[in-house]
């Protein structure tokens, strides 16, 4: 089956505690993107990968970090988590152009206390 | 600075009748737009879409309309279901970010049988 696979679905954590979500597609897409979800603003772009290797910041890049050493692996680094963090986090995954934008992954709710 | 702008947080309606949501931009570039629909603890799906060089696109029940000159486009579904009930997103993009959606804040939908 043709999906995104985010782990975990849910973490609680302490302020400062590296973690690491990760992120995987079975579907060859080149394009990866990181996003959050909080009450009244939306999807916001943490970051995205065009391909291989290649990343760039989105709308909310601070205190966070990717990799994109594989294809099918997009992991969101929080090396110093915060509360103003937690939030409801998704990855997702297109082709390079598609006309059905992306197939995003189950999401993540992360609590940092 | 939000571009894509999704006024109304909730919406109404009875089973059967129409639903109307609306998404307004402001970015005379964008010209492709896609709607999502969520439901909780899942992840966005992808519902329907257009191209900036139509003015109305149909699936079923569910037709998106653009109006290029107003920088407004909004999702009609007829009719209503209690199964829409649900978040719906309204994206963006445009040819020279290739992938990168940009997203609105999202409706609550909420049809009542």
């Known amino acids: 089956e043709a999906q995104v696979t985010q782990n975990p679905r849910y973490l609680i954590t302490v302020t400062g505690k590296k973690l690491t979500v990760t992120c995987s597609q079975n579907?060859?897409?080149?394009?990866m993107s990181w996003y959050r979800q909080d009450p009244g603003l939306g999807l916001r772009q943490i970051y995205y990968?065009?391909?291989?290797?290649?990343?760039d910041k989105g709308d909310v890049p601070e205190g966070y970090k990717v990799s994109r050493k594989e294809k099918r692996n997009f992991p969101l680094i929080l090396e110093s988590p915060s509360p103003n963090q937690t939030s409801l986090y998704f990855c997702?995954?297109?082709?390079?152009?598609?006309?059905?934008?992306?197939?995003f992954g189950s999401g993540t709710r992360l609590t940092v206390v | 600075d939000q571009q894509v702008k999704q006024n109304s947080p909730s919406l109404s309606v009875q089973e059967g009748r129409i639903s109307i949501l609306n998404c307004d931009y402001t970015?005379?570039?964008?010209?492709?737009f896609l709607w999502y629909k969520k439901y909780p603890a899942e992840g966005p799906t992808f519902l329907i879409s257009?191209?900036?060089?139509?003015d109305k696109n149909e699936d079923g029940r569910f037709t998106v309309f653009l109006n290029k000159s107003a920088k407004h486009l909004s999702l009609h579904i007829v009719p209503s279901q209690p199964g829409d009930s649900a978040v719906y997103f309204c994206?963006?993009?445009?040819?020279?970010?290739?992938?990168?959606?940009?997203f609105g804040e999202g409706t609550q939908l909420t049809v009542n049988p």
């Open positions: 997702a995954s297109s082709l390079r152009y598609s006309n059905y934008g992306y197939t």
């Open positions: 579907m060859n897409h080149e394009y």
């Open positions: 990968s065009m391909n291989v290797e290649v990343t």
């Open positions: 970015n005379s570039m964008f010209d492709y």
């Open positions: 257009i191209s900036s060089i139509k």
């Open positions: 994206a963006a993009s445009d040819e020279t970010s290739g992938s990168r959606l940009t």
